[in-house]
């Protein structure tokens, strides 16, 4: 009876683990792999709402669309045409969530709506302490962070940019987005 407890309270233990592990998303772009670990902790609506859009495979054949050496380079929103996808409805802004938008990490972009973010997002390239939340800024969302291929994100920096209609800072040559998927939750002991 106490091995059958103890089995039980550690098979729990072992699926809570599991459970309140971040996930790990592979994007897959014309220029190479990018690894990214997604925040479920501490951005659960974000978090949620960027698989929503990988599992919908909403991101396969998009691009990065807006690249600004310095700064960061945006994608998830339009095809290699420059045709921006129709998305789901906005989320709420959670800038408030304490993640900083530092080198690597990837936050929500949206309008000067703090609650307009939907599928585009943007990875920074730098530390960008002026996108974070404070008295007088609304804030960007951080929800994740690249853990492998940031050699990737900045050899997309270094791509030719011009204007393109009323969009500035677009590749010259389209960076896709080839495909993106969550990858199997892998248990620690």
Request: proline content about 4%; hydrophobic content about 40%; glycine content about 8%.
């Given at each position: 009876m ?13 699926s809570?683990?599991?459970?309140a ?20 902790d501490k ?5 949620k ?11 396969n054949?998009?691009?990065?669309h ?39 990490t990837l936050?929500?972009?949206?309008t000067?709506?703090p ?13 960008n302490?002026?996108?974070?939340k ?12 690249v853990t492998k291929?940031?050699?990737v ?12 209609g ?6 010259q ?11 199997p939750?892998?248990v620690?002991?």
């Amino acid at each position: 009876m106490l091995k059958q407890t103890l089995f039980a309270v550690g098979a729990i233990c072992i699926s809570l683990q599991a459970m309140a592990a971040n996930s790990i998303v592979e994007m897959k772009t014309s220029m190479g792999n990018i690894e990214i670990e997604l925040f479920n902790d501490k951005a659960p609506i974000s978090a949620k709402n960027f698989e929503g859009y990988i599992k919908d495979n909403f991101y396969n054949g998009t691009i990065f669309h807006r690249v600004i050496p310095g700064f960061m380079i945006q994608g998830g929103g339009m095809d290699a045409n420059m045709a921006e996808k129709q998305t789901k409805a906005p989320i709420q802004n959670e800038s408030y969530n304490g993640l900083k938008n530092v080198r690597g990490t990837l936050a929500m972009a949206r309008t000067n709506n703090p609650n307009s973010a939907s599928s585009q997002f943007f990875i920074n390239t730098v530390d960008n302490d002026f996108l974070n939340k404070s008295q007088m800024n609304a804030g960007y969302a951080v929800f994740g962070k690249v853990t492998k291929g940031m050699d990737v994100v900045d050899k997309i920096t270094k791509v030719p940019t011009a204007n393109f209609g009323m969009h500035q800072n677009v590749p010259q040559q389209a960076v896709k987005i080839v495909s993106v998927s969550i990858k199997p939750a892998v248990v620690k002991n």
